[in-house]
């Protein structure tokens, strides 16, 4: 079985290009559906869950092709209004080519793509969307089935601000006759970059990014070069890695505003976090840091996704500290493993109480998910010894050339296989 190996107590130090954003990159690849013509995606990361939405996009008819300076998608012609049922298990992303097959094809037939570790993931809020524009939808045999002669804008609340959801009703509402009106939807950078897309394939799009978007559609859309942002969450991984190893690093290819809530998280703990030119940062630390408490929330609150990885910092800064979890009902099986590693976490509900202790020690972990399983490799890179992570599968679905990022800023890590005792 694959494992990552990291022998803890190096300091990060060095600069990282930071890769292009998967949970982005994931809508914008769902987005070249919405166009009769030929996208190209520049600064698509080379990830396991990018790989299963090409095969889903392949799967209905687009033409995809690699070009060294980013991926072509010609969605001219789709042969099929339904997706396989395996790959839609295997990447819930897969789920967003919902909107942009019903509105480009009249129907669609996409798997539920069910629950998963952190929580059981309903897509109601989706489905209310398409409802809302004009859709027929129904559920049968695991496979939401949408019809619609024709999409027609309108007003839609959304009670909680889904990303997915969002999403889902910007590609539909892209291609119905007349505007939309969308209040309550999300405001992650995510969303802002979706609207840059769509609205230079020919869609009209005010407010992204804010409590109220407004999208008036066209019939046709056209393709177009698009470049995708830089991940947050892996700039947000490095920021959190950097601080627990006392380190000095320094990351390229993000944006400021797209880092704010753990920026102020972090210098509230005493770490340093300047900005030294429009895409980049400098994180640094010395001694010891302040514990705090944090309360993930939808953006611009603090990610639901840097929560894991925050906790393993806080399980290392010597004080109390308390994390609220309000976004996901089940997103603290990393707690089990960080404790194996001599944390001291209580946790009743959504709620952990994070007692510091520094430094943990190095031990067999493993990754439940993709980020509980950065927030183990964060440990591992400050912990005193040798841990070594399984389940690397969930790490390699966001995290692009880890090992190879982190070794060249000082990190003792290495990938090994089965029977292989690779020291790191
Ligand atoms: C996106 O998931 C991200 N995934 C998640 O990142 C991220 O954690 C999440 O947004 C929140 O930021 C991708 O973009 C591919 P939601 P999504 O719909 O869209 C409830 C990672 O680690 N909800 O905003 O599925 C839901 O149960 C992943 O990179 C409904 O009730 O998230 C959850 O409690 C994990 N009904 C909350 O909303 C719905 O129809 C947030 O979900 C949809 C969602």
New binding site residues.
Partial sequence: MEAILIEGGQPLVGTLAVSGA??TA?ALLAATLCASGTTVLENVPELADVQVMLEVLTSIGVKVQRQHDGIALDASVLTSHTTPYDLVTRMR?SFFVLGPILARLGQARIPLPGGCA?????????LKGLRALGAEVAIEHGYAIAKADKLVGAAIYLD?P????TETIMMAAALAEGTTTLTNG?Q?P?IVDLAELLTAMGARIEGAGTECMRIEGRPDLVGVRHRCIGDR?EAGTFMIAAAATRGDLTLVGIRPEHVASLSGKLQEMGVSVTWTAPEALRVQATGELTPIDVRTLPFPGF???LQAQTMALLAMTPGTSMLTET???NRFLHVDELLRMGANIKTEGNCAVIQGVRPLTGAPVRATD??AGAALVVAGLAARGTTQITGVHHIDR?YERLEEKLISVGARITRSGVGETAKP
């Fill in positions: 998967k949970n994931l992303a952190i929580g059981s993931r309903p897509v109601d809020l989706h909680y889904s990303v997915g959801a999300a992650e995510e969450i990610p639901t996704d976004v996901f009902e993709l980020r966001g």
